[in-house]
């Protein structure tokens, strides 16, 4: 439960870093930031698979190059549920999909580091 709670955190903290990036993406504060990291993991959980799974002839054709157009569509979906949480267009929630991985992609690495060296054999 605990480690739930880091990434939320940690997907809130993010979620602001890409607002202060991109000028089309706004949060009222950190408490919209918080609902919308819960929002977008719950609309990733359910919806995600699915459009990725409908589209899947198009990721083919663009070598995976479509999943950063699902992303964008999941921050617009998300951004659609949450109050305080706004993206103003398509381009925006594109860049701020594409900032957004390669976030994620930086702490996971240093997250997992860390839990690399204290780990025994």
Request: aromatic share 8%; glycine share 10%; hydrophobic share 65%.
């Amino acid at each position: 439960m605990r480690s739930l709670l880091v990434h939320l955190v940690v997907s809130a903290l993010l979620l602001l870093l890409v607002g202060q990036f991109v000028t089309g993406i706004h949060f009222t504060g950190f408490g919209a930031a918080l609902l919308a990291a819960l929002v977008l993991g719950i609309v990733n959980f359910l919806v995600r698979p699915i459009l990725i799974l409908v589209t899947l002839p198009i990721t083919i054709l663009t070598l995976g190059l479509f999943l950063i157009v699902i992303n964008a569509l999941m921050l617009m979906l998300t951004s659609a549920f949450v109050p305080g949480f706004k993206v103003d267009g398509f381009v925006s929630a594109l860049l701020a999909g594409v900032l957004l991985g390669l976030f994620n992609l930086v702490v996971s690495a240093l997250m997992h580091r860390r839990g690399g060296d204290n780990r025994r054999l």
